[in-house]
């Protein structure tokens, strides 16, 4: 799974940097400041996500009895939700979906215990 988490890593870094450029670049004249802001916060939160599950997958690596598959696993959910609510918001102004994000959020303190945990213990 070392492999999975770091190439899910890479390449959600990969969509995050494609997403900020086209942020920056094609949407700061379609987009009102705040829908720009709330796109750029999807965009940073799943840039850091990245990075989590390439530490996942360092750390499955390092030790791979722990239980981190879980940790990568919420992260995933976690930018699935989070970051992909916030960029559906931004770009459609559907504000209901303001109402999930924070279940995104969840998935990513999920992850980060997780990690935490399995790797402390």
């Known amino acids: 799974m070392d492999r999975f988490f770091f190439t899910s890593g890479a390449i959600a870094a990969l969509v995050a940097v494609a997403l900020g450029a086209f942020g920056a670049h094609s949407l700061r004249a379609k987009l009102t400041p705040e829908m720009l802001n709330i796109f750029e916060v999807g965009v940073r939160y799943q840039m850091y996500h990245a990075f989590g599950l390439i530490a996942v997958a ?3 690596a390092r030790w791979p009895e722990a239980h ?3 940790a990568g696993w ?3 959910v976690g930018i699935v939700i989070f970051s992909g609510s916030l960029y559906l918001l931004s770009l459609t102004d559907t504000r209901w979906l303001g109402a999930i994000t924070p279940l ?3 998935a990513f303190l999920i992850g980060w215990a997780i990690l935490v945990w399995s790797v402390a213990k």
Request: no cysteine.
């Open 58 to 60: 360092w750390a499955t």
């Open 68 to 70: 981190l598959n879980a």
């Open 74 to 76: 919420a992260f995933i």
């Open 104 to 106: 995104g959020g969840l």
